[in-house]
């Protein structure tokens, strides 16, 4: 009788079944988190069905709900991803390039966030406003995002807390607008030449790329 392999036990075995079933869950997983990006992309938020997702997936309801109990659990867990994703690039962005002004900046946010996966998160974040259950779920992401940025944003470009944070909210939420509003009114003309305006405008009251300059300007005018 030929002894068994001294490399292999059944441990081994459960193992690599175990892991085949993650693969599987996380292929799952994934499918249905870009089948919901592309479906509000396409389709806008409000017409978006658990039914529909399925269905660009290729997955059964009972797929759907074997890794998502509602609906706002799947939304919560594509902002989350999308997050991750855009951090990554972001970084990406940073390690290959000289990011030595602030006025890169929206530039660079454009080329995300206008993005399809862009388009849905704000979407997402714009419906949480009537939806509790959603907001107390992708609320905490979404601050989460903020403060990691902020974090990166003041080693980068030095400033106060508060003025950073001013800052980055005007550049992040401007060219989130603008992503919006080349949807409802095309027009990639206007639409880039706000973005190199406010580069621009940025450029222009950062001369040495840093933010402390901007400090009284985030001041009242009351």
Do not use: C
């Amino acid at each position: 009788m030929d002894e068994p392999d001294a490399g292999y036990s059944r441990r081994d075995e459960g193992l690599r079944i175990r892991r085949t079933q993650e693969e599987r869950s996380a292929e799952t997983r994934s499918a249905l988190l870009h089948a919901t990006v592309s479906a509000i992309h396409e389709l806008g938020y409000a017409a978006v069905t658990t039914a529909i997702i399925s269905q660009r997936a290729g997955l059964s309801r009972g797929a759907f709900l074997h890794h998502f109990h509602t609906k706002a659990e799947l939304m919560a867990a594509v902002v989350k991803m999308v997050f991750d994703d855009e951090m990554a690039q972001y970084q990406d962005i940073v390690q290959t390039a000289d990011m030595d002004r602030l006025s890169q900046w929206p530039r660079i946010l454009w080329s995300v966030l206008s993005r399809p996966s862009g388009i849905a998160v704000l979407e997402i974040l714009q419906a949480a406003r009537s939806d509790a259950d959603l907001a107390q779920l992708v609320g905490p992401t979404q601050k989460a995002a903020e403060e990691g940025a902020l974090k990166k944003m003041l080693e980068a470009y030095g400033g106060d807390e508060n003025t950073a944070r001013s800052v980055m909210r005007l550049m992040v939420w401007a060219i989130r607008g603008l992503s919006l509003s080349d949807m409802i009114l095309p027009d990639k003309q206007a639409t880039l030449g706000a973005v190199n305006l406010l580069a621009n405008m940025l450029h222009a009251f950062t001369p040495d790329g840093d933010v402390e300059p901007l400090r009284q300007l985030t001041k009242s005018l009351g």
